[in-house]
């Protein structure tokens, strides 16, 4: 019996949600890591997330929120314990943010289709703008221990947020305002390594205008791309179809299942409107 359509870029999740401690909690600039022992679990795919709540003070705000667990990348995954990158944007990322070593955090997943190895001997780019770093930081780990260095191309706002580059080995960083490395997009860098040598597959994560970008860019240059789409998330199933993307041939992918990462080509445009 052949195995599923894309079982090799897929861990399966346990049933149900477990409370893990958090282990470990830094600050890297605008970003905060957490990491939380979970030595029970699966190894995660790269691209792969989990659905995370805090176990205590969760719908307790204003409004009652945060009400929904929220959906994080895996930053990175190793005997037994999971990292994850956040940022304090909102109720349930202030909660999150706000976990302290000796708390716990609910978690779900691994969830989703990850990341695939590139072809034809082509060599892996990564590019990521903001939190989309994350996934891009276990996918560089696995190539390089596969022998595949990748290089990675970062965008972030500022300074500030540029010191999560520092997650990645040897990146190439661009800021909005020119206060780190390259001032302006980092479509910008892209589009220098692809003149240098367009042999190659790219990987991104990031804002979706950025994937946008990043989707066009391959599309007319004949570069193959895989995409970690983000979207409001509420189960991570597939049961509640708030994560719908529009396909190329007019039907739909869940994110949750059915990503979030995603072959470019499968996709008209990144919708951000």
């Given at each position: 019996?052949?195995?599923?359509?894309?079982?090799?870029?897929?861990?399966?999740?346990?049933?149900?949600?477990?409370?893990?401690?958090?282990?470990?909690?830094?600050?890297?600039?605008?970003?905060?890591?957490?990491?939380?022992?979970?030595?029970?679990?699966?190894?995660?795919?790269?691209?792969?997330?989990?659905?995370?709540?805090?176990?205590?003070?969760?719908?307790?705000?204003?409004?009652?929120?945060?009400?929904?667990?929220?959906?994080?990348?895996v930053l990175r995954a190793s005997e037994g314990r999971l990292e994850f990158m956040l940022e304090d944007v909102g109720p349930g990322t202030e909660r999150l943010c706000a976990l302290a070593p000796g708390e716990e955090l609910w978690v779900m997943g691994p969830l989703g289709l990850g990341f695939a190895p590139p072809d034809d001997g082509r060599r892996a780019l990564l590019c990521g703008g903001g939190v989309g770093t994350a996934p891009l930081a276990i996918w560089q780990d696995e190539l390089l221990a596969a022998g595949r260095p990748a290089a990675a191309l970062l965008g972030f706002r500022d300074a500030a947020h540029a010191e999560g580059a520092a997650l990645l080995r040897n990146p190439r960083v661009a800021t909005d305002d020119g206060s780190a490395g390259h001032h302006g997009l980092v479509t910008d860098l892209l589009v220098e390594e692809l003149d240098a040598d367009a042999h190659a597959s790219v990987y991104a994560c990031g804002p979706p205008p950025m994937l946008e970008a990043v989707r066009a860019l391959c599309a007319e240059r004949g570069v193959p791309a895989q995409l970690a789409l983000e979207a409001g998330m509420a189960c991570g199933f597939g049961a509640c179809f708030g994560c719908v993307v529009p396909t190329r041939d007019g039907g739909y992918v869940r994110l949750c299942v059915d990503g979030p990462v995603v072959d470019a080509e499968r996709l008209a445009e990144v919708p951000w409107h």
């Open positions: 019996m052949s195995a599923a359509p894309g079982a090799e870029r897929r861990t399966l999740a346990p049933f149900g949600r477990r409370a893990l401690v958090v282990a470990g909690r830094r600050e890297l600039g605008a970003y905060v890591v957490l990491a939380v022992d979970d030595p029970d679990g699966p190894a995660p795919r790269p691209g792969q997330f989990f659905m995370l709540a805090a176990v205590d003070r969760w719908g307790g705000g204003a409004d009652e929120r945060p009400f929904l667990p929220r959906a994080f990348s």
